[in-house]
């Protein structure tokens, strides 16, 4: 039994959850954990399970059957090839070539669905010059192709050089988008520029470990009141958007910000959910006539992103260690 206070409430169980998060997170950062878990012979069966509840699977086939079925269901797709923290050039050069091949396979099936990444993934580990290299490489791909191209979100570490190499695409092309992180006190100070910039902005609360002192605490009221502030900039402004999220509530507050243009097709915002995650939401969007989107991952390198979604609700890992042990 969870001891409860005078008031009814759980005694330090929220403070007890956020204390497993951050736990979760720095595991996630974790570079040598991120390469040993999936080859060892033990732990790398049991976090595969895990993992398939988040991710389409380990080769593009898998995405892209994940992404048929998406359409199907009347949503758009995203396709992130997953990989982060590359410090090798050649590596971050193969990656490029996969991220070539999955936009061609995309257009080729006639799939509604971008393509998205992490800018370390492609070189920006190594040197920035080679991420915008690469970077204008899938630009170039995407753009020929049709799709949208979306930059990823990384640590705050990473945000100034991140930001930088979007402005320097967003000179060249007009479909890169990119993720901000509404839980970042910069980000209100990053807004005013990036509405000035075209391609799609997505926002998300963030996900990464980071100190107080450069972000909100995860579940707190001022998160929640900096989302629907860049949430309300985004739609005050007309500006392609993503709401990127799965919180109901929040799905609730950006319903009614937007809802006298439902069913309207040329929708400048759509609200999107990960794979394996907000199923009902995203179709409770599209029902009401939003545009609607959901994400999907796929690779080998998926232990930062189940270990960032489990942390995001460490109540998720009670679904952990039943889908470890094959329930």
Request: proline share 3%; net charge negative.
């Amino acid at each position: 039994m969870i001891p409860q206070d005078a008031a009814g409430g759980a005694t330090g169980d929220d403070d007890l959850l956020a204390r497993v998060a951050d736990v979760i997170r720095r595991l996630a950062l974790d570079e040598k954990l991120k390469e040993r878990v999936p080859s060892d012979p033990m732990l790398g069966p049991l976090a595969r399970r895990i993992a398939r509840r988040y991710v389409a699977g380990e080769t593009v086939a898998e995405a892209l059957a994940a992404v048929a079925a998406i359409n199907g269901r009347g949503h758009r797709s995203t396709v992130d090839y997953m990989g982060e923290s590359c410090r090798d050039a050649a590596r971050a050069d193969a990656a490029t070539d996969v991220f070539l091949d999955v936009s061609e396979r995309l257009a080729g099936g006639g799939h509604d669905s971008s393509v998205s990444l992490d800018l370390s993934h492609i070189g920006l580990a190594v040197d920035a010059g080679l991420a915008l290299r690469n970077a204008r490489r899938i630009a170039e791909a995407t753009a020929a192709a049709g799709q949208e191209m979306i930059i990823s979100a990384e640590g705050s570490d990473r945000t100034d050089a991140v930001l930088d190499v979007h402005g320097a695409l967003c000179e060249e092309f007009d479909h890169i988008g990119v993720t901000v992180q509404a839980r970042l006190h910069r980000t209100a100070d990053d807004m005013p520029v990036l509405l000035r910039r075209l391609g799609r902005i997505r926002l998300v609360k963030g996900s990464f470990f980071e100190p107080e002192t450069i972000a909100h605490r995860r579940g707190s009221r001022e998160l929640r009141e900096a989302y629907l502030s860049c949430a309300r900039a985004l739609v005050d402004a007309g500006h392609s958007c993503s709401f990127a999220t799965h919180d109901w509530d929040l799905f609730g507050e950006l319903e009614s910000m937007v809802a006298g243009g439902a069913h309207d097709p040329a929708a400048p915002w759509e609200f999107e959910t990960l794979l394996g995650l907000g199923t009902d939401r995203v179709a409770a969007m599209r029902e009401k006539g939003h545009p609607t989107r959901e994400y999907v991952v796929y690779g080998t390198e998926w232990w930062l992103y189940v270990c960032n979604r489990i942390a995001e609700d460490p109540q998720r890992l009670f679904h952990a260690v039943a889908d470890a042990a094959g329930r």
